[in-house]
């Protein structure tokens, strides 16, 4: 039997879903509208997340050049990162996907700002920078990776490459500048041929005599697996995030469960 290259799914977040639903009927009339928005924000983040996830493993996942890590969330040294989608190339390429769950439309500006569209206000917002959220997850993929004796090739030790993007919905409308460069962000559907794309530019897919130079299939699984060793799901703390002292938020926190294929 083959190695699979798609080392871990998403963690299941249902038992987080129930609590915030179970929250929103006990709460206070002032917190249901946050928790309300809580909810809606996750349950778009999970669908954003499952649809990435399905087109990378439809086009990936039977590839064994590229290993597949969905929803690992990594803690080093008190710095945090959620990383949505983690390509292992076995030219330890390494491809850093942050998912935004954006249908109403947003636009970039040419100083590289985020404006989200505010369907209900009928205006864009501004937002946080997924390009910096998403530079910030690779330096603490860094680190973990620094905790990590990496595979070498004829005495050396390769050093790997770091590459984020930034996928939303295809039904997205995006708004791009004239000058500040978004080829970072890229529609989900349209991932793979960008992923194509690099390879072809660097000749990797031109040469299959090159593979010899690279990380054999079952090394990149191993570098891929310790990283999965390091996942540290979350938990939720619905006093902490709300406020709130009912029986309901008093429960023990929830730490989401590790869901993983190997």
Not at 167 to 187: A, C, Y
Not at 192 to 209: E, N, R, S
């Amino acid at each position: 039997m083959g190695i699979s290259m798609l080392l871990k799914t998403a963690d299941d977040k249902s038992s987080l879903i129930r609590q915030l639903e179970s929250l929103q009927n006990a709460a206070p009339v002032e917190k249901k509208k946050v928790i309300e928005q809580a909810l809606l924000n996750l349950r778009a983040g999970i669908k954003a997340e499952k649809e990435a996830a399905y087109l990378l493993d439809f086009a990936l996942a039977k590839s064994k050049n590229t290993a597949i890590i969905h929803d690992l969330r990594l803690e080093i040294d008190g710095r945090v990162a959620q990383i949505d989608h983690l390509l292992l190339h076995r030219t330890l390429n390494i491809f850093v996907l942050e998912t935004k769950s954006l249908h109403a439309g947003f636009k970039i500006t040419e100083e590289g700002e985020f404006l989200s569209w505010n369907a209900f206000r009928k205006c864009y917002e501004g937002m946080p920078s997924p390009l910096a959220q998403n530079e910030r997850h690779i330096k603490v993929l860094k680190d973990a990776l620094g905790q990590i004796e990496l595979p070498g090739k004829l005495g050396l030790r390769l050093a790997p490459a770091f590459h984020s993007f930034v996928l939303v919905s295809s039904r997205s409308r995006i708004d791009r500048p004239e000058k500040f460069d978004t080829s970072q962000i890229v529609k989900a559907d349209q991932f793979p041929q960008t992923l194509d794309a690099f390879f072809d530019k660097i000749g990797f897919t031109q040469t299959l005599a090159g593979l010899a130079r690279y990380l054999s299939t079952e090394s990149l699984a191993r570098l891929g697996q310790r990283l999965i060793q390091m996942h540290r799901p979350a938990t939720f703390d619905p006093t902490a995030r709300f406020g709130l002292t009912s029986q309901a938020a008093a429960e023990k926190p929830l730490s989401l469960a590790i869901s993983s294929n190997n």
